[in-house]
């Protein structure tokens, strides 16, 4: 492959094909691994999960897809009328859960808002905030986390975080994913439904999930396809272009976070296209005259991928035994 060869066309699909070939799959595993009637998406108004949504829809009917609608009260102000919309306009059966009282009952808001106060001691709950990292431009060291806090009046304060106060953060946020999840498989239970998760490949491979949380489901449809391919499918799906153009967020924090602040090395863009280069052998320099980094840069965010790689490989295992049993057999 040279130079000139290797740009953001590189990623692109048959998108036809690509969707026959899921919604294939779908159907055959629903059916002769999973045996179950239907399936359970829960949707964020986000392109993932709309996509999700669609493949669901098309693979057995719009009549056998549930969508869950879980936002709570950091969500994004346009997430509920986003996962309104995509639910509509695939017409799937909706239900609206506000998980607010849910996490408050488990303790998160005031588990987070402690947290957050070993760095800013003033901190309470009419506060909005988040947690970010430095990008791979901005840093040649070590990645650290900090938080970003806004007072209801006054100027955004900014503190590094020490590993016990964003271990806390992260723990006491995992419950949303986890809550979502637990609503998920109650509807998936009363329906005899199998659900649905949503990641996509550059999440899936580095391990963007909480075990348990938004990383359990029966059935991946998108954890192949580079992010940008999801882009692809949602145009070809017609996911509304409402949702298409609303930037990637985790919507997790009460003040609005791109994954690329809290997560991965570059925006999504770039980063499937370090993925796929290093996925598949490409010379660093053809890497990174395709994306106008230095080599350095480049090897960074390979540096980077393979740590992810690492730490996160526990999120894809099943529960470890410490004998086979041999009565059961897991494929």
Request: glycine share 6%.
């Amino acid at each position: 492959m040279t130079n000139t060869k290797f740009s953001v066309e590189t990623l692109k699909v048959n998108p036809e094909k690509e969707v026959d070939k899921i919604i294939g799959q779908i159907r055959r595993l629903l059916t002769t691994r999973l045996k179950r009637r239907g399936l359970v998406v829960g949707v964020s108004g986000g392109i993932d999960s709309s996509v999700s949504l669609a493949l669901a829809s098309k693979a057995i009917g719009p009549e056998k897809v549930l969508a869950l609608l879980m936002p709570e009260r950091d969500s994004a102000d346009e997430t509920l009328d986003l996962s309104t919309l995509v639910a509509d306009h695939f017409k799937v059966e909706k239900i609206h859960e506000n998980i607010s009282e849910i996490l408050k009952a488990v303790g998160f808001y005031s588990r987070y808002d402690n947290a957050v106060r070993q760095v800013i001691p003033e901190y309470n709950e009419n506060w909005k905030s988040k947690i970010i990292t430095p990008n791979i431009i901005e840093t040649k060291g070590f990645s650290l986390f900090s938080i970003v806090a806004k007072p209801p009046e006054g100027e955004i304060i900014k503190k590094r975080l020490p590993l016990k106060a964003y271990l806390e953060i992260v723990a006491a946020t995992n419950f949303k994913q986890r809550t979502r999840k637990m609503l998920e498989y109650y509807h998936a239970d009363r329906k005899n439904f199998a659900v649905i998760g949503t990641p996509n490949r550059l999440e899936y491979d580095q391990g963007f999930f909480v075990k348990l949380g938004d990383g359990a489901a029966d059935i991946k449809p998108i954890a192949h396809l580079y992010k940008t391919q999801v882009y692809e499918l949602a145009k070809y799906l017609g996911v509304p272009e409402k949702i298409r153009k609303r930037p990637p967020t985790t919507d997790t924090y009460s003040l609005p976070q791109g994954q690329d602040e809290f997560y991965f090395s570059l925006p999504y863009e770039k980063m499937d296209l370090c993925l796929y280069g290093k996925n598949n052998n490409l010379a660093i320099e053809v890497v990174a005259k395709a994306l106008d980094l230095t080599i350095e840069q480049i090897k960074r965010v390979y540096d980077d991928i393979d740590t992810k790689r690492v730490t996160t490989r526990y999120l894809h295992l099943s529960p470890l035994l410490i004998e086979d049993v041999g009565e059961i057999t897991v494929y």
